[in-house]
């Protein structure tokens, strides 16, 4: 235990060197003239989230969007008995109802976020449907929302996310009321004793969430109290705060809550708050994340002995994380969070989904060879079909889903305290903000990154102004370039760092980034010896045929699922993936020579926009592999444990393809190494 302890502290020391290279300097007195930032004495914001509607997507990212709109996402007001607004308690004065806990706000921030972003009125006006309700039905002592108890006790997990989709509406529409509501409903929460405050599991544990919601309000109304108030959450919250353990280990919980102690920091300005959520988030990957795809294995909650690639998360958990890493990225500066939710919105959360959006599973994993509608436990952590593409499986994930993508693309770009702006996450689409002199500019990326590695960005602007302009280099480029205007600029591009480029931008300026992507070998000590293979942000997984079968939603739904009694469930069917190929092989490899052990092969961008399948991925890898006959099924119906590397195997070598990790819905992605 004592060596642990010095592990966990060298660890700490680590990440706080790591995060003070990777932060631009900005000067600690500056404060952005134009986007709401930190109030003293919070600590003053790196990066400034933009208004929702400030981003204009294109690309891969819009199809995704728009496939959600036309979709499951879309659809989900008229399929899901929560959604239901006959009977429910969101509805309602008195909190009462049949339907009514986390679902409607889950699927409603993501839902809103997507109508800000696509300009759709008619998502705008159905969303106003119920955020107007929530408004309108406040109770005079300042509650509002499904009165739901748990041992007598009034549940305020539900609530957090409701709050968020008022934040957003706020930034949308400059309603007023919201300021009123938020500052009303924070004074009765105050009021409530500790005792009966934040006392169950999921309230207990994603506490941070509510302070969140705290700080964004005082930062618009400067209520002094409210940082009392933000104190008294922190102190009834669970203590993410531990040297060597968790809280609880459900896998939610850990990719949501691990970010509290950080959110605090702003205002305790305890460097040890800060520390603990990196030691969090260390500490889960030693034990259960020693595989790619930036997540852990947790099925529903980590268990000893359970840290195979085999084992899965929640597809909340990967809309959780990634958010995660959008707002530790404006509370902290700090790049590393950036090219995490990359590595999960890349590697992890498309294979979610069948690609049309109409369904998604409840679990996935770096190595899966099935999906399917059997009951896998304890293999899994999870008792039912949980594995099937199902539009109905389970009512967290159906719902809380529709954040993912909006999100990523509204966080894609921030403001920063220098009146300038950063790229955070490079998607194509438009930037429309205040910068400099409070000159407006839009700033159009044209790329298919992750894919490609050229990045373009044209501004327009009416009138030349001078602003610093910040570029995130990824941790995994080593050698980036920029030039402006087609003249190559002498900078230090240092991976995992942000470049400044500061100069008086006029309108048809064009400044191209470079990012040479490089095959890279990771190996998973901790794993069997077990090896991943990335190409810039991607990681690889074999290509294993994928076979389909249609069935019927509530024949293979979780027991829990419900849908509105008129809904049409013919029309939303569930898919089964059958492995149609061999899976179980190693990889023949030189880490000294990668290039001789793979070829790269590009294909064309695909016609419908969407990368991330085996058929229409752009690129792919030409590798060589044994097959390692006793790595078969085991008795829970899963791919066996990884064998330990290096495998002695006597057969031939195979020519063997490997695919993008995010869109192979069956995969292996954590390989064997072949001796």
Same mark, same amino acid.
């Given at each position: 235990?004592?060596?642990?302890?010095?592990?966990?502290?060298?660890?700490?020391?680590?990440?706080?060197?790591?995060?003070?290279?990777?932060?631009?300097?900005?000067?600690?007195?500056?404060?952005?003239?134009?986007?709401?930032?930190?109030?003293?004495?919070?600590?003053?914001?790196?990066?400034?989230?933009?208004?929702?509607?400030?981003?204009?997507?294109?690309?891969?990212?819009?199809?995704?969007?728009?496939?959600?709109?036309?979709?499951?996402?879309?659809?989900?007001?008229?399929?899901?008995?929560?959604?239901?607004?006959?009977?429910?308690?969101?509805?309602?004065?008195?909190?009462?109802?049949?339907?009514?806990?986390?679902?409607?706000?889950?699927?409603?921030?993501?839902?809103?976020?997507?109508?800000?972003?696509?300009?759709?009125?008619?998502?705008?006006?159905?969303?106003?449907?119920?955020?107007?309700?929530?408004?309108?039905?406040?109770?005079?002592?300042?509650?509002?929302?499904?009165?739901?108890?748990?041992?007598?006790?009034?549940?305020?997990?539900?609530?957090?996310?409701?709050?968020?989709?008022?934040?957003? #509406? %706020?930034?949308?529409? /400059?309603?007023?009321?919201? $300021?009123?509501?938020?500052? !009303?409903? =924070? *004074?009765?929460?105050?009021? @409530?004793?500790?005792?009966?405050?934040?006392?169950?599991?999921?309230?207990?544990?994603?506490?941070?969430?509510?302070?969140?919601?705290?700080?964004?309000?005082?930062?618009?109304?400067?209520?002094?109290?409210?940082?009392?108030?933000?104190?008294?959450?922190?102190?009834?919250?669970?203590?993410?705060?531990?040297?060597?353990?968790?809280?609880?280990?459900?896998?939610?919980?850990?990719?949501?809550?691990?970010?509290?102690?950080?959110? #605090? %920091?702003?205002?305790? /300005?305890?460097?040890?708050? $800060?520390?603990?959520?990196? !030691?969090? =988030? *260390?500490?889960?990957?030693? @034990?259960?994340?020693?595989?790619?795809?930036?997540?852990?294995?947790?099925?529903?909650?980590?268990?000893?002995?359970?840290?195979?690639?085999?084992?899965?998360?929640?597809?909340?958990?990967?809309?959780?994380?990634?958010?995660?890493?959008?707002?530790?990225?404006?509370?902290?500066?700090?790049?590393?969070?950036?090219?995490?939710?990359?590595?999960?919105?890349?590697?992890?959360?498309?294979?979610?989904?069948?690609?049309?959006?109409?369904?998604?599973?409840?679990?996935?994993?770096?190595?899966?060879?099935?999906?399917?509608?059997?009951?896998?436990?304890?293999?899994?952590?999870?008792?039912?079909?949980?594995?099937?593409?199902?539009?109905?499986?389970?009512?967290?994930?159906?719902?809380?889903?529709?954040?993912?993508?909006?999100?990523?693309?509204?966080?894609?770009?921030?403001?920063?305290?220098?009146?300038?702006?950063?790229?955070?996450?490079?998607?194509?689409?438009?930037?429309?903000?205040?910068?400099?002199?409070?000159?407006?500019?839009?700033?159009?990326?044209?790329?298919?990154?992750?894919?490609?590695?050229?990045?373009?960005?044209?501004?327009?602007?009416?009138?030349?102004?001078?602003?610093?302009?910040?570029?995130?280099?990824?941790?995994?480029?080593?050698?980036?370039?920029?030039?402006?205007?087609?003249?190559?600029?002498?900078?230090?591009?240092?991976?995992?760092?942000?470049?400044?480029?500061?100069?008086?931008?006029?309108?048809?300026?064009?400044?191209?980034?470079?990012?040479?992507?490089?095959?890279?070998?990771?190996?998973?000590?901790?794993?069997?010896?077990?090896?991943?293979?990335?190409?810039?942000?991607?990681?690889?997984?074999?290509?294993?045929?994928?076979?389909?079968?249609?069935?019927?939603?509530?024949?293979?739904?979780?027991?829990?699922?419900?849908?509105?009694?008129?809904?049409?469930?013919?029309?939303?069917?569930?898919?089964?993936?059958?492995?149609?190929?061999?899976?179980?092989?190693?990889?023949?490899?030189?880490?000294?020579?990668?290039?001789?052990?793979?070829?790269?092969?590009?294909?064309?961008?695909?016609?419908?926009?969407?990368?991330?399948?085996?058929?229409?991925?752009?690129?792919?890898?030409?590798?060589?592999?044994?097959?390692?006959?006793?790595?078969?099924?085991?008795?829970?119906?899963?791919?066996?444990?990884?064998?330990?590397?290096?495998?002695?195997?006597?057969?031939?070598?195979?020519?063997?393809?490997?695919?993008?990790?995010?869109?192979?819905?069956?995969?292996?992605?954590?390989?064997?190494?072949?001796?």
């Amino acid at each position: 235990m004592k060596h642990f302890k010095i592990l966990l502290l060298l660890i700490s020391c680590w990440f706080t060197i790591q995060a003070q290279q990777s932060r631009p300097s900005f000067a600690i007195n500056q404060i952005n003239s134009y986007y709401v930032s930190n109030k003293q004495p919070l600590q003053p914001s790196p990066f400034i989230k933009l208004p929702v509607q400030a981003f204009k997507p294109k690309g891969w990212v819009l199809h995704f969007l728009q496939l959600q709109r036309d979709g499951l996402t879309g659809h989900l007001g008229q399929i899901s008995a929560w959604l239901a607004k006959t009977d429910n308690a969101w509805l309602t004065k008195d909190g009462k109802g049949k339907w009514g806990w986390e679902e409607v706000p889950y699927w409603l921030k993501g839902y809103a976020h997507i109508g800000y972003l696509l300009h759709d009125q008619q998502m705008i006006n159905e969303s106003n449907y119920w955020i107007n309700a929530v408004l309108t039905n406040q109770r005079p002592d300042g509650d509002f929302g499904p009165v739901v108890l748990r041992n007598g006790k009034r549940d305020l997990w539900t609530n957090m996310p409701m709050l968020w989709c008022l934040q957003s #509406y %706020y930034e949308y529409a /400059n309603d007023p009321r919201v $300021l009123t509501f938020m500052s !009303n409903y =924070f *004074k009765w929460e105050n009021a @409530l004793p500790d005792s009966m405050f934040l006392e169950d599991y999921w309230e207990n544990s994603r506490g941070g969430d509510n302070m969140s919601s705290v700080y964004w309000l005082y930062n618009r109304t400067g209520e002094n109290w409210l940082l009392d108030f933000a104190t008294k959450i922190d102190r009834n919250t669970a203590n993410w705060r531990q040297k060597d353990n968790l809280p609880n280990w459900h896998n939610v919980n850990v990719a949501q809550s691990y970010r509290e102690p950080a959110t #605090y %920091y702003m205002q305790s /300005n305890n460097r040890a708050d $800060l520390d603990a959520t990196y !030691n969090d =988030f *260390k500490l889960v990957r030693d @034990l259960y994340g020693q595989v790619p795809g930036g997540l852990f294995g947790a099925d529903e909650n980590a268990r000893k002995g359970y840290d195979d690639p085999r084992q899965a998360v929640e597809t909340c958990g990967m809309v959780e994380q990634m958010t995660s890493d959008q707002m530790l990225l404006q509370f902290t500066g700090d790049a590393f969070w950036a090219d995490n939710c990359e590595d999960v919105a890349f590697n992890t959360f498309p294979a979610a989904f069948m690609p049309d959006y109409r369904s998604l599973r409840y679990l996935t994993a770096p190595n899966m060879i099935v999906s399917d509608s059997k009951n896998h436990a304890p293999g899994i952590a999870n008792e039912g079909p949980f594995l099937m593409m199902n539009p109905f499986s389970s009512r967290c994930c159906q719902h809380n889903h529709s954040a993912g993508w909006a999100y990523y693309a509204a966080n894609s770009w921030m403001a920063t305290p220098d009146n300038g702006l950063a790229a955070q996450l490079y998607v194509a689409g438009d930037v429309t903000a205040k910068v400099g002199d409070g000159t407006d500019v839009t700033l159009s990326t044209e790329t298919h990154y992750p894919f490609e590695d050229g990045i373009s960005f044209t501004v327009q602007t009416l009138q030349a102004v001078q602003f610093p302009l910040y570029l995130r280099i990824p941790r995994w480029c080593t050698n980036a370039s920029i030039s402006v205007n087609g003249k190559r600029i002498a900078t230090k591009t240092t991976a995992g760092t942000y470049v400044q480029v500061n100069k008086k931008w006029k309108n048809g300026d064009k400044i191209q980034l470079t990012l040479p992507m490089q095959l890279q070998l990771r190996q998973w000590e901790r794993n069997k010896n077990s090896v991943s293979i990335n190409y810039g942000p991607l990681t690889f997984s074999l290509l294993i045929k994928e076979e389909y079968k249609k069935q019927d939603s509530k024949a293979t739904a979780i027991w829990d699922s419900r849908w509105q009694e008129h809904a049409d469930v013919s029309a939303w069917p569930s898919y089964e993936i059958f492995a149609a190929s061999p899976w179980n092989f190693g990889l023949l490899v030189d880490p000294r020579q990668l290039s001789r052990s793979f070829i790269i092969k590009r294909k064309p961008w695909p016609k419908d926009n969407n990368p991330f399948t085996n058929t229409t991925a752009p690129i792919e890898l030409i590798a060589t592999g044994k097959q390692i006959p006793n790595w078969t099924v085991d008795q829970y119906g899963l791919c066996a444990v990884l064998p330990q590397s290096p495998v002695s195997i006597s057969g031939p070598s195979q020519q063997i393809r490997l695919v993008p990790m995010g869109g192979a819905r069956l995969r292996i992605s954590s390989f064997p190494v072949v001796k």
